[in-house]
T-cell receptor, first 113, second 108 residues
């Protein structure tokens, strides 16, 4: 069974630009969560989607948004990038009823200059 | 105060030592307790999970949950250089809450 895939793996953007990251979950997994990971703040929850609906949301500004498609693939968007948005963005999927067992992708390393 | 507290380390120990990694938490509603391992430049992977209280063993790894003290531990016996990674605890009632992660270094 293929794992969680994320594209792109690396990205360099300029302040003020916007970015879209993509995540394909494990086949059969309908829940997709997004996280931001930085050395100072650790792993921080952005949001979770289940069956195309946002089920949970973390404490991030409205510049961070996401969506999920009918095939469970998910995208997250960050508008008006700031230097502090530089981070590793991780996507994780889980099987129905097993939210505690998250399968993570390799992440997208975003650098904002 | 964070819901889950975890010492970020780094924790450096010689090969073969017993390693103890710990997290404390404040929310008594947590029912699932997980340990994830993250190697450099990779996403975290689930090592072990425990439902409610008690111990769970898997090879060289033992997870303990003490709900009365709101304290969880991960023990690694006969530690190997390949165990060098960041270990994150996570807890769940309806949403996963993560610790900051402890960087572990096993010196050959």
């Amino acid at each position: 069974k293929a794992g969680v895939t994320q594209t792109p793996r690396y990205l360099i953007k300029t302040r003020g630009q916007q970015v879209t990251l993509s995540c394909s979950p494990i086949s059969g997994h309908r829940s997709v969560s997004w996280y931001q990971q930085t050395p100072g703040q650790g792993l921080q929850f952005l949001f979770e989607y289940f069956s195309e609906t946002q089920r949970n949301k973390g404490n991030f500004p409205g510049r961070f948004s996401g969506r999920q498609f009918s095939n469970s693939r998910s995208e997250m968007n960050v508008s008006t990038l700031e230097l502090g948005d530089s981070a590793l963005y991780l996507c994780a999927s889980s099987a129905p009823g097993q939210d505690y067992e998250q399968y993570f992708g390799p992440g997208t390393r975003l650098t904002v200059t | 105060q964070k819901e889950v507290e975890q010492d970020p380390g780094p924790l450096s120990v010689p090969e073969g030592a017993i390693v103890s990694l710990n997290c404390t938490y404040s929310n008594s509603a947590f029912q699932y307790f997980m340990w994830y391992r993250q190697y450099s430049r990779k996403g975290p992977e689930l090592l072990m999970y425990t439902y409610s209280s008690g111990n769970k063993e898997d090879g060289r790894f033992t997870a303990q949950v003490d709900k009365s003290s709101k304290y969880i531990s991960l023990f690694i016996r006969d530690s190997q250089p390949s165990d060098s990674a960041t270990y994150l605890c996570a807890m769940s009632n309806y949403q996963l809450i993560w610790g900051a992660g402890t960087k572990l270094i096993i010196k050959p």
